[in-house]
């Protein structure tokens, strides 16, 4: 095994206020090191879930479109009581950090980086980011071609919010089991079923990691939010035990998207709730 790294690490903490922890690890979810506070348990809790994310997160790109080179730049989950940012840390190994709910998220983003930059030769795993290794067959084209899963599958007011936005490209709504309750015009049942699963995966992730953000005990997942080199997938709480899986290109203006989509989700959940637009699922 490869030498401990954590004190390269404590830069983050030490440089960036309302920076909480910084853990690396490598593709397969081992941990290669940790600032300090964290014990080995969390730090091994911490790691899995995030190759695991990764893992998922790679398996989603062609969600967010069929570009070749598309490649996954990032992972950004917000909860109320804090941040988690996790990117790549060249070959083959990630970089994760947790910080406060107003942290500056411009500074921390610059010394993870500017920390990757200086682990150089330090990480030899073999290179695993390459967002189109996981979906070189999951093209939507068939999505924006093909027969969606019927008349009943399409939310329309889902509908609306993505032709609001420009760059907009996809949506589905989840139920808190998991499983699709109705998605946008364009995509098919099998495209559906398919990312609802992925999904519900990465939330589970993402509320694994909750206590590395902050030890609370009310704690919140708000969303969780992919960016690729092509596009963006947005992950949000839509209430009940519901969330929202939604794909933009990566030009769109996401402020403005993920505001229609907060806009969108009270008339979703109650039409879910009533069982208006869903179809039977």
């Keep these: 095994m490869t030498a401990d790294l954590s004190w390269m690490l404590q830069d983050i903490v030490q440089n960036v206020p309302r920076a909480r922890h910084a853990v690396l690890l490598s593709a397969d979810g081992l941990p290669r090191g940790s600032t300090e506070g964290l014990g080995p348990k969390d730090v091994g809790t911490i790691s899995a879930a995030m190759a695991g994310m990764q893992s998922l997160s790679r398996a989603t790109a062609h969600f967010a479109g069929t570009a070749k080179d598309g490649q996954w730049s990032q992972t950004v989950i917000e909860f109320s009581h804090g941040w988690i940012f996790l990117i790549g840390a060249g070959q083959g190994a990630y970089l994760a950090a947790a910080a406060e709910p107003d942290v500056d998220m411009q500074q921390i983003s610059f010394r993870m980086h500017r920390l990757v930059a200086r682990l150089g030769n330090n990480l030899t795993s073999a290179p695993r980011i390459q967002a189109d290794e ?21 939310l329309p007011a889902l509908d609306r919010a993505i032709a609001d936005v420009r760059g907009a490209r996809h949506a589905v709504l989840l139920g808190g089991d998991g499983l699709p309750r109705g998605a946008t015009a364009g995509m098919t049942r099998d495209l559906a079923d398919t990312i609802s699963a992925a999904m519900t995966g990465i939330h589970a992730y993402s509320r694994v990691t909750a206590q590395f953000a902050g030890a609370v005990e009310d704690v919140a997942w708000q969303q969780t939010v992919i960016e690729f080199s092509h596009g963006w997938i947005f992950l949000i709480a839509a209430g009940g035990g519901a969330f929202l899986a939604a794909a933009a290109e990566h030009d769109c203006d996401i402020e403005e998207f993920t505001t229609r989509l907060q806009e969108v989700v009270p008339e979703l959940t109650a039409q879910s709730a009533h069982g208006e637009g869903a179809g039977d699922v």
């Design 134 to 154: 996981a979906s070189a067959g999951g093209s939507d084209d068939a999505a924006r071609h093909g027969a969606n899963g019927g008349s009943g599958f399409v």
